[in-house]
């Protein structure tokens, strides 16, 4: 059964400091998403990631994959306000199902 | 822009009534999902469709089953209500294959059991 826990589940930090979401899975997968979800919305996706080594960038987000570590990262840079959210990574097997991980709260303090 | 709807925001419902949550998609995709996201608990799947009437379940089936007779809809059916499915219900949709394989979501159903 894939588990995908992410790390921390709850992050409050000040304006202008850097921090990095961690996203483990437990088994061999290409593709992985990092969503991320306002409070009393729905979720809207950030990145998708497809191969070993695959960065992308997005403003002060930054989302990295290890295929082999089996590990995503989403850096933020700078942290703003406008950042506080939940944040989601999702890893898609053959089949195209997605499993998430438990979500990480961002809180983004002046 | 890809569009998932859903036809409720919000629903209260009795216990032991038979709820139907409704999901449209317009970009032609073949997997279609339901989840349920409760507080503390994440997401968590009940089923996922790759087909037309072609389904399976997900980690958390019980007391639910749902219906794809049409490419673009997929229905969440609640045979006979209880509290513990008083829940934020989201469906999604995505393409197994090409550059764009993420899953795209409706703005959600909030449901409350009564």
């Known amino acids: 059964e894939l588990k995908v826990e992410q790390n921390p589940l709850f992050l409050s930090m000040q304006e202008g400091k850097n921090y990095t979401i961690y996203c483990n899975y437990s088994t061999t997968s290409d593709r992985l998403y990092w969503y991320r979800q306002d409070p009393g919305k729905s979720l809207e996706s950030l990145f998708v990631?497809?191969?070993?080594?695959a960065v992308k960038q997005e403003g002060r987000l930054m989302a990295s994959l290890d295929t082999k570590a089996r590990l995503s990262t989403l850096h933020i840079t700078a942290a703003v306000h406008d950042l506080s959210a939940t944040y989601f990574c999702a890893v898609v097997t053959n089949a195209g199902k997605s499993t998430f991980g438990d979500g990480t709260t961002l809180t983004v303090k002046p | 822009d890809v569009k998932v709807t859903q036809s409720s925001r919000y629903l209260v419902k009795r216990t032991g009534e038979k709820v139907f949550l409704e999901c449209v998609q317009d970009?032609?995709?073949?997997?279609m999902f339901w989840y349920r996201q409760d507080p503390g608990l994440g997401l968590r799947l009940i089923y996922f469709s790759y087909d037309v009437k072609m389904k399976e379940k997900g980690d958390i089936p019980e007391g639910y089953s749902v219906s794809r007779e049409k490419k673009e809809r997929f229905s969440l059916i609640l045979e006979s209500a209880s509290t513990n499915q008083t829940s934020m219900y989201l469906c999604a949709s995505s393409s197994p294959t090409g550059k764009n394989t993420e899953a795209f979501f409706g703005q959600g159903t909030r449901l409350t059991v009564v």
């Open positions: 990631l497809l191969s070993n080594g």
């Open positions: 970009m032609d995709h073949e997997n």
